[in-house]
């Protein structure tokens, strides 16, 4: 039994599903590898040595952010930036500064921590406050 559901998509997700032989195998495929990585809840890949240019290398309790594909337990906001892993390859940041640099360099993923979408567009709430904002000025001046 086939239960149909729609899809919004942009421009460029759009061109990616119009090469795809068969966009409705390929979503079932993402969601079904989706629902394994997050009920497995671990990780059983190696864990990531830092720092191995410094004088203490230690063992992290995640595994390499740059293997692919991306492992969504260890990084729920997908990898970080090159440029924040090499700042904590020379001991100048911790795991925290890279969560947080991996979730400013991939908004366009979703949120696999709350299982909510991220969005580059403002939230409607923001969109309000501008336009009452403007509305205010409007009888201050
Ligand atoms: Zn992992």
Same mark, same amino acid.
């Given at each position: $039994?086939?239960?149909?559901?729609?899809?919004?998509?942009?421009?460029?997700?759009?061109?990616?599903? *119009?090469?795809?032989?068969?966009?409705?195998?390929?979503?079932?495929?993402?969601? #079904?590898? =989706?629902?394994?990585? $997050?009920?497995?809840?671990? +990780? *059983?890949?190696?864990? !990531?040595?830092? =720092? &191995?240019?410094?004088?203490?290398?230690?063992?992290?309790?995640? +595994?390499?952010?740059?293997?692919?594909?991306?492992?969504?337990? +260890? !990084?729920?906001?997908?990898? &970080?930036?090159?440029?924040?892993?090499?700042?904590?390859?020379?001991?100048?940041?911790? #795991?925290?500064?890279?969560? =947080?640099?991996?979730?400013?360099?991939?908004? =366009?993923?979703?949120?696999?921590?709350?299982?909510?979408?991220?969005?580059?567009?403002?939230?409607?709430?923001?969109?309000?406050?501008?336009?009452?904002?403007?509305?205010?000025? #409007?009888?201050?001046?």
């Amino acid at each position: $039994m086939s239960i149909i559901k729609s899809a919004a998509l942009d421009e460029q997700t759009s061109r990616i599903a *119009d090469n795809l032989p068969n966009f409705s195998h390929f979503v079932r495929e993402c969601l #079904l590898r =989706h629902a394994v990585n $997050m009920n497995a809840a671990s +990780c *059983d890949r190696t864990r !990531w040595v830092s =720092h &191995p240019r410094s004088q203490t290398p230690f063992e992290t309790n995640r +595994c390499n952010p740059t293997v692919q594909p991306s492992c969504f337990v +260890c !990084w729920p906001y997908g990898p &970080p930036p090159i440029d924040a892993i090499k700042k904590f390859n020379l001991g100048e940041a911790d #795991l925290n500064y890279l969560d =947080h640099e991996a979730r400013k360099y991939n908004t =366009h993923l979703i949120d696999l921590k709350g299982n909510s979408v991220q969005s580059k567009r403002k939230p409607k709430s923001d969109r309000k406050s501008t336009f009452l904002e403007r509305f205010k000025q #409007l009888f201050t001046q």
